[in-house]
């Protein structure tokens, strides 16, 4: 038996949400068996659990779309028991029991190895939301988005994906600009994080026009929606613009404009079904460029006891950086 989150179907639109212990013949099918050391919580886990989003796609659930641990069995030939590994997307926690849980069963295809100078702990406070954020930073740079080209804006700079950002393009030389719906609480926090500009969402948020004054050189979006369309509007000639999210709404009121007139990119990343040896590659790049100052400032770690509380204020734009959850 092992202890898990689990969530049920209810008559409501929010799933019943309950701690159980639960016999290990219920593991979905995989061929690797982890005890869990730490899961994450991320905008979509805060979605599944508290039903505001389709998440959920078979019941009963084990929401937890990232976890890390030890390897307890391995049919797979890359995996020996007690090797450390790390999961994150492949539909885990929608489709296929996650890691809110002391153990999950998984096909390691969808495992790749925890990253040598890393600890298990660090791995969830960066997390589907870290690996984003890296992907996004790598798409900027390959769209040939340099520190010399000019300011780059980070949107919902507080939560976990911006907030990685933000310190990654720091460390890297950029100039960030950090949009936030907070800034009176957390102006202090993304400065420290590196943010050379804090910027008020208001100012983004409206219908605007489909070209602007030039501002940015590029951007990573998690929102969506016309601040998404109003960035691309301001985005200079040439630029990127990296969009992972739709926190706000997948709708894009933009027009061609700003692709046309200014060769604009904008470039989808996608972390769910992102290849394995990408994978590795990113987490390699967050190792070297996190510093340890990310880990001490943006984190914080809760029982799964909290984590209900904790995905209704995620859904509500109340969480500032990571939250890891210790099963």
Known sequence: MFKALVLEQ???????????????????????????DYS????????????????????PMVPGIDFVGSV??????????????????????????????EKAQVKGDWLVPLTDGMSEAQSMMVGTAGLTAMLCVLALQEGDV????????????SGGVGSVAVTLLAKLGYQVAALTGRVEQNAELLKELGASEVVDRATLSEPGRPLDKQRWAGAVDTVGGDILANILAQTNYGGTVAACGLAASFKLPSTVMPFILRNVRLQGVDSVSCPRERRIEAWKQLQALLPESYYQSA?????LDEVAEQAEAITQGQVTGRVIIKP
């Open 10 to 36: 209810s008559d409501s639109h929010a799933p019943k949400v309950s701690i159980q212990q639960v016999d290990e013949a219920q593991l979905p099918e995989g061929d690797v068996r982890v005890t869990v």
């Open 40 to 59: 994450s919580l991320n905008f979509k886990d805060g979605l599944a659990i508290t039903g505001k989003g389709k998440i959920v796609r078979s019941w």
């Open 72 to 101: 307890e069995q391995s049919e797979d030939p890359r995996y020996q028991v007690g090797d450390k590994v790390v999961l994150t997307g492949w539909g885990v926690g929608e489709g296929h029991w996650g890691g809110m849980a």
């Open 146 to 157: 340099t520190p010399e080209s000019g300011t780059v804006l980070v949107t919902g700079a």
């Open 299 to 303: 984190c914080k770690e809760v029982s």
